[in-house]
């Protein structure tokens, strides 16, 4: 295969993003209290939702679902007799909303409250940045590792820095959550692996190789034509394994994903994906991948986002639909939840419509949009904070053993974190 071109450093840093969060990726979060959000209580119209979604017909039963109460508050949902005694690790998500951004630092007392009644133990939170006018996508990562460590002081009764699997069980023994610093994409890295080195020492466990674009490490999802991992990235691979870093595919184009597994000598994961047999889209993996992953030890978190299905909102019965294929292909030791998704739910009111549309134009515009992103990124069936109670709680319904939903719930991220960090 002809060498696919490699775009300069400054290319790259103008398109490297985290999830949909175009908005947040690009400033340092402003360490200030947003005016007025506790009192946005408007429910979107429905010719609004019909409009931001295109030409997607509606799930039968979502207009029941706009409701601002089922957004803002947490519902009352099903729930599993096991989730509170289990590890539940979402391999993708953060304490407040980052897709369509809605909350800034430092944390309000309702998102406070919405994480501790969450029962999550620990997330994988996104903390890379873009390159902005003040500053490189190395700076400005920087800027964001501190706020979130300025957070972390700031709240010692409800977060806690995940670094060793240890933090987790302390996380879970004390009742709180645990933050585990990742990156969506290797951008701030550059071209100098001393960083992530670097990186590894102020926190970061987890590095996605790519974005949905090509950067000098490999190729993004969406890209036409993927050369697999760079010398540089097979470099960079190996930096990783070594510091005790987990690689994170879940962007990755095809070729550079195979490639990752294959180089890494460690398991690897894929955060946040879905099944491409279910339903083919770009930001999904196939089966032959999925095999790959889970025969080297690796795990793939499923997601709650519009990627899962064809048109319309998606539902909890497409979520588990994704989870039991994979159990299907990968076996119940590889398959987990990334949500890419906040804690915080996804209130739809107010100046969603705008905020929304802000961000699909912006991310239209710079080439990184995958298809399906003119859907709401959520699912309306698991828009509160214990999500992760009505997926298990499901499951048990649906015959699985308690052994397997422990084991989806973070069993087997903890059993992979366990095995790669140091």
């Not at 775009?7 to 200030?32: D, G, H, I, K, W």
């Not at 990755?252 to 946040?272: A, E, K, Q, W, Y």
């Not at 770009?282 to 999925?290: E, F, G, I, N």
Request: hydrophobic share 40%; net charge negative.
């Amino acid at each position: 295969m002809a060498a696919t071109r490699r775009r300069t450093n400054s290319e790259f840093a103008s398109l490297s993003v985290c999830s949909l969060s175009c908005s947040l990726c690009s400033v340092r979060m402003p360490r200030r209290r947003a005016d007025g959000e506790a009192g946005i209580r408007r429910a979107m119209k429905r010719r609004d939702f019909v409009r931001l979604a295109g030409t997607a017909a509606l799930a039968p039963g979502l207009t029941r679902a706009i409701d601002s109460d089922l957004f803002v508050r947490t519902r009352t949902a099903p729930s599993w007799p096991g989730y509170d005694d289990a590890l539940v690790i979402d391999a993708l998500a953060g304490p407040i909303q980052f897709n369509i951004p809605q909350q800034t630092l430092p944390l309000e007392d309702a998102a406070l409250d919405h994480i501790r009644r969450s029962g999550i133990t620990a997330v994988n939170l996104t903390v890379n940045a873009r390159a902005s006018e003040g500053g490189s996508a190395f700076e400005n990562t920087q800027a964001r590792i501190a706020d979130w460590t300025s957070e972390l002081r700031a709240q010692p009764a409800v977060l806690t820095a995940v670094r060793a699997i240890d933090d987790v069980r302390d996380a879970k023994a004390t009742g709180r959550l645990g933050l585990i610093l990742g990156f969506q994409d290797g951008v701030p890295v550059e071209d100098d692996l001393q960083r992530i080195s670097e990186f590894y020492d102020l926190g970061i466990r987890i590095i996605q190789l790519t974005y949905n674009v090509e950067n000098k490490i490999g190729t993004g999802c969406l890209a036409s034509d993927d050369g697999g991992l760079s010398e540089l990235g097979i470099e960079a691979v190996a930096r990783m394994d070594r510091v005790g870093m987990l690689i994170d595919l879940s962007h990755c184009g095809p070729r550079t994903t195979n490639d990752g597994i294959l180089f890494s000598d460690r398991p690897v994961s894929i955060t946040h994906s879905g099944c491409k047999t279910v339903f083919d889209h770009p930001r999904s993996k196939d089966d032959t991948t999925l095999r790959l992953l889970a025969d080297r030890g690796g795990v793939v978190g499923i997601y709650l986002m519009p990627f899962l299905n064809p048109n319309g909102a998606p539902s909890l019965a497409d979520v588990l639909r994704h989870i039991e294929h994979a159990l299907d292909v990968c076996g119940e030791d590889h398959v987990g939840i990334g949500s890419d998704q906040g804690i915080v739910p996804l209130d739809v009111s107010g100046d969603f419509p705008s905020r929304f549309e802000a961000v699909s134009r912006d991310r239209s515009a710079a080439g990184i949009a995958a298809p399906r992103e003119d859907t709401i990124p959520y699912v309306p069936d698991l828009n509160h904070p214990r999500r992760l109670d009505t997926i298990a709680d499901r499951m048990a319904a649906r015959g699985h053993a308690s052994r397997v939903i422990e084991k989806v719930l973070g069993a087997n991220f903890m059993r992979l974190f366990g095995e790669v960090w140091r």
